[in-house]
């Protein structure tokens, strides 16, 4: 049971120590990191369109939530750029940015709630099918609402498949291959450590769950279905979008589609 304790203790507090007995980042005065990870400049950008709520075709959220499901099976069709805005918008869009930190910083009121306002996460799209759009890896940048073609990927969705479980899964994932597009949130754990010390990573697991239920509920709204995993390879998802696997890693994964 000592591994069971652990971990459940994990669940209960953040960090087990005397209260007092660590200091933040923050409370040490160390300035915070930035809210988009940086870039490299030669990057195509996509500009992405206006959200419009015009494009809901459910608005009653009680009709939303009661048909909230998982689902992997998708039409055979591109999603558009103007769905694609809409469901970044819902998940991590920036509604305000706000002084912070004794106004040498800043922090993003979002769509989704985050301890502290730090929105740890970074937002990967696997797209396989997106009118306009190359297939590959993007990130997508919520402060400016654009994508950036991170780099193309071949056989991305003998790849995904893959990611899901490896070899003894193949048939069973071939849905996640066929997906339009696949959300890969990453974490960068220090924009949390910087001001909950060991505190942070249950404050930032909560915080992706609530980024996914904004996700399945945005495509419920637009005829869209979603299904995301947590359980898959690691390192093959973390290889997928170039990321070390250390200072950030993929959290959660969700395929999204268009329903059947």
């Known amino acids: 049971m000592d591994s069971f304790d652990n971990n459940r203790a994990f669940m209960k507090s953040g960090c087990d120590l005397p209260e007092r007995e ?26 992405l369109p206006k959200v419009d709520k015009s494009i809901v075709k459910h608005s009653d959220l009680y009709h939303c939530i009661d048909n909230r499901r998982s689902r992997r099976n998708y039409k055979d069709v591109s999603v558009t750029l103007e769905e694609l805005s809409f469901l970044l918008w819902a998940t991590q869009g920036v509604q305000k940015i706000v002084p912070a930190y004794k106004k040498t910083g800043f922090i993003t009121q979002r769509t989704v709630p985050s301890g502290g306002g730090r929105q740890a996460f970074e937002t990967y799209l696997a797209i396989n099918a997106v009118e306009g759009l190359e297939k590959g890896i993007y990130l997508y940048r919520p402060v400016e609402h654009k994508l950036v ?3 193309p990927e071949e056989e991305l969705a003998q790849k995904l498949i893959y990611a899901y479980g490896g070899e003894n899964y193949q048939d069973e994932a071939r849905w996640l291959g066929k997906a339009p597009v696949v959300f ?12 909950y010390n060991c505190e942070a990573y249950r404050v930032m697991l909560l915080d992706i769950g609530h980024v996914c239920q904004n996700l399945y509920l945005a495509c419920e709204g637009i005829g869209f279905g979603a299904c995301a995993i947590a359980g898959y390879l690691q390192i093959a998802f973390d290889e997928l979008v170039r990321v070390d696997g250390q200072d950030e890693y993929v959290v959660y994964v969700s395929a999204v589609g268009s329903l059947e």
Do not use: M, N
């Open 149 to 151: 073609f991170c780099h």
């Open 184 to 195: 890969l949130w990453t974490c960068i754990p220090y924009r949390g450590e910087w001001r």
């Open 22 to 47: 660590y200091v933040s980042d923050q409370e040490k005065g160390i300035a915070p990191p930035p809210v988009e990870k940086p870039i490299d400049s030669s990057l195509k950008t996509i500009e």
